[in-house]
């Protein structure tokens, strides 16, 4: 049982669902996603909220009972407030520059590092930081992961790439005698 899909979804005013056959299409103050959802779930639009049942009582539906009211939320979520990712860039000689749709990372190695911004993130560069906001979640924690594993933290003295509000454990180096 999913208490995800139990819940179901409210639409907040001023954001308005629709669905054709299987696609849902959320549209709201800051844009608009479509998304399809084919598959063991059956979707409802009752007035002001969406209600999720499984079609039958196999493994997948109860799997996907909740990954689809998830995704759902936040589609809702998104077109209303988008969502923000930080990161930051430690270590000395490490940078980031925007370049028109591109960034192009120093990141210790003998070349520049470009990755290119999908389309729906904005990227917003201040000196070591990097601030994403987009309204498709999935789209800019993608993002942000492949960015952060360009370098990832390395844990004797914390330079890489991390999350804001991610805690790099640190280890002791090596004792003199």
Known sequence: MSRIGKKGVTIPAGTTVTQQDTTFT?????????????????????????????????????????????HLVNMVQGVNKAFEKKLIIEGVGYKVEQQGNVLVFSLGFSHKVPMEVPKDVKVL????????????????GQFAAQVRAKKKPEPYKGKGIRYSDEVVRRKQGKKSA
């Open 26 to 70: 959320v549209k709201g103050p800051l844009g608009e996603l479509v998304r399809d959802f084919n598959g063991p779930v059956e979707i409802k639009i009752e007035g002001d909220s969406i209600s999720f049942t499984p079609k039958n009582s196999s493994k997948e539906a109860k799997a996907l009972w909740g990954t689809y009211a998830s």
């Open 125 to 140: 560069v201040e000196k070591n930081n990097l601030t994403f906001s987009s309204i498709n979640k999935e789209s800019i």
